[in-house]
């Protein structure tokens, strides 16, 4: 069998680490299209060589542009890759317009469509990935569901005869990477920064909702810098780009500004952190995992098993924002909604099980 995932996006390249090591394990070709919607190498490149994921076999180079533009930029460049290759099925990672694009790829030259991480729902239609996402399970042949909150959005939505509970292939990384940056005292963030043990939170804000409008921004960056401990906010390109374009300086008070993380390090830095302050899907659960505190700069989250079981607080910029980032951790919990760390294995069986001409 030969499976063509696509990926463009700094979510996507963790979650294709296990993915990867498990088809080589199943005996699965796996043929990998790198679509460069992340052409930032630290939010690209890095996670191939750090995850020991196999090499991109395409890599279309599409980089930034408005939604239409980038989208409609992958499908040309993913229907020249199908033509070529002509997988047995094609897999896409989550909510990015890498995602939707290859699968309305996929489908329109007939070629079985399987989305890893479906069924989760924000209900929120101003956020372009939840549209993505929702398009993307419709138009999918199997639907590989990270969580049972998911599997009940998908049958709600009619689409319980497609969908398979296959855990959470982040679930399997993270419990990877945390594995093997255990035993090394402190991390990056705190040998540059001289920061104690549990001294800071680590923030990562890059949402067109939070950075689009200067003085949405601005709120944001007041807030962090508002907080009652050092806050160092990984600075996405996009969020560069927003303050530099808006003559907004990033750093005060609290707030340092520092370089995006390669994800090891990335990994240790939220393990030693105090908390979280983020707007990003990822993070939010894989800080869960790790059992570090967050704090989620949205209205609403797909991950919200980490809400019920109280560590992750929804939240608007502002005094919300800092009340939130200095509070308590905390109950522990042995709750594991999000798998056992075998997932990839999982998602192998499913699509070897499911060959289209079975």
Same mark, same amino acid.
């Given at each position: 069998?030969?499976?063509?995932?696509?990926?463009?996006?700094? /979510?996507?390249?963790?979650?294709?680490?296990?993915? $990867?090591?498990?088809?080589?394990?199943?005996?699965? &070709?796996?043929?990998?299209?790198?679509?460069?919607?992340?052409?930032?190498?630290?939010?690209?490149?890095?996670?191939?060589?750090?995850?020991?994921?196999?090499?991109?076999?395409?890599?279309?180079?599409?980089?930034?542009?408005?939604?239409?533009?980038?989208?409609?930029?992958?499908?040309?460049?993913? $229907?020249?890759?199908?033509? $070529?290759?002509? /997988?047995?099925?094609?897999?896409?990672?989550?909510?990015?317009?890498?995602?939707?694009?290859?699968?309305?790829?996929? =489908?329109?030259?007939?070629?079985?469509?399987?989305?890893? &991480?479906? +069924?989760?729902?924000?209900?929120?239609?101003?956020? /372009? &990935?939840?549209?993505?996402?929702?398009?993307?399970?419709?138009?999918?042949?199997?639907?590989?569901?990270?969580?049972?909150?998911?599997?009940?959005?998908?049958?709600?939505?009619?689409?319980?005869?497609?969908?398979?509970?296959?855990?959470?292939?982040?679930?399997?990384?993270?419990?990877?990477?945390? $594995? &093997?940056?255990?035993?090394?005292?402190?991390?990056?963030?705190?040998?540059?920064?001289?920061?104690?043990?549990?001294?800071?939170?680590?923030?990562?804000?890059?949402?067109?909702?939070?950075?689009?409008?200067?003085?949405? *921004?601005?709120?944001?960056?007041?807030? *962090?810098?508002?907080?009652?401990?050092? =806050?160092?906010?990984?600075?996405?390109?996009?969020?560069?780009?927003?303050?530099?374009?808006?003559?907004?300086?990033?750093?005060? +008070?609290?707030?340092?500004?520092?370089?995006? *993380?390669?994800?090891?390090?990335?990994?240790?830095?939220?393990?030693?952190?105090?908390?979280?302050?983020?707007?990003?899907?990822?993070?939010?659960?894989?800080?869960? *995992?790790?059992?570090?505190?967050?704090?989620?700069?949205?209205?609403?989250?797909?991950?919200?098993?980490?809400?019920?079981?109280?560590?992750?607080?929804?939240?608007?910029?502002?005094?919300?924002?800092?009340?939130?980032?200095?509070?308590?951790?905390?109950?522990?919990?042995?709750?594991?909604?999000?798998?056992? +760390?075998?997932?990839?294995?999982?998602?192998?069986?499913?699509?070897?099980?499911?060959?289209?001409?079975?």
């Amino acid at each position: 069998m030969r499976v063509m995932s696509v990926v463009g996006a700094r /979510p996507q390249f963790v979650k294709l680490a296990p993915i $990867d090591r498990a088809f080589k394990a199943a005996g699965i &070709e796996h043929v990998i299209v790198h679509t460069g919607q992340h052409y930032d190498p630290m939010l690209s490149d890095v996670f191939f060589a750090d995850l020991g994921i196999s090499a991109p076999n395409h890599h279309l180079g599409v980089g930034s542009g408005t939604h239409g533009r980038q989208t409609g930029a992958m499908l040309a460049a993913i $229907d020249g890759v199908l033509e $070529d290759d002509r /997988p047995d099925w094609m897999l896409v990672y989550g909510d990015t317009n890498s995602t939707l694009a290859a699968a309305l790829a996929a =489908v329109k030259m007939h070629i079985p469509v399987a989305h890893l &991480e479906a +069924g989760l729902r924000s209900f929120n239609r101003r956020m /372009p &990935e939840e549209i993505n996402r929702v398009l993307t399970d419709h138009a999918a042949d199997l639907l590989l569901a990270p969580t049972q909150v998911g599997m009940d959005h998908l049958a709600e939505e009619g689409l319980a005869s497609r969908a398979v509970l296959v855990g959470d292939v982040m679930t399997d990384v993270l419990y990877r990477v945390r $594995d &093997e940056v255990a035993a090394q005292p402190g991390c990056a963030i705190m040998d540059e920064l001289g920061l104690a043990e549990g001294s800071y939170s680590v923030a990562t804000i890059h949402r067109p909702d939070n950075t689009d409008d200067p003085a949405i *921004l601005n709120t944001v960056l007041d807030s *962090l810098g508002a907080v009652d401990h050092p =806050v160092v906010l990984l600075a996405h390109p996009r969020l560069v780009a927003k303050c530099e374009a808006a003559g907004i300086s990033i750093d005060r +008070g609290s707030l340092r500004s520092h370089r995006p *993380l390669a994800y090891p390090d990335l990994v240790a830095s939220v393990m030693h952190a105090r908390g979280v302050i983020t707007d990003s899907g990822g993070l939010q659960k894989e800080a869960f *995992l790790l059992r570090t505190p967050t704090t989620t700069v949205r209205p609403q989250t797909e991950w919200v098993e980490t809400v019920e079981l109280g560590w992750n607080m929804l939240v608007e910029p502002g005094p919300e924002l800092v009340t939130a980032a200095e509070r308590p951790r905390p109950a522990d919990t042995l709750a594991t909604p999000y798998g056992d +760390g075998d997932s990839a294995g999982k998602v192998a069986q499913t699509l070897l099980a499911a060959e289209p001409d079975s």
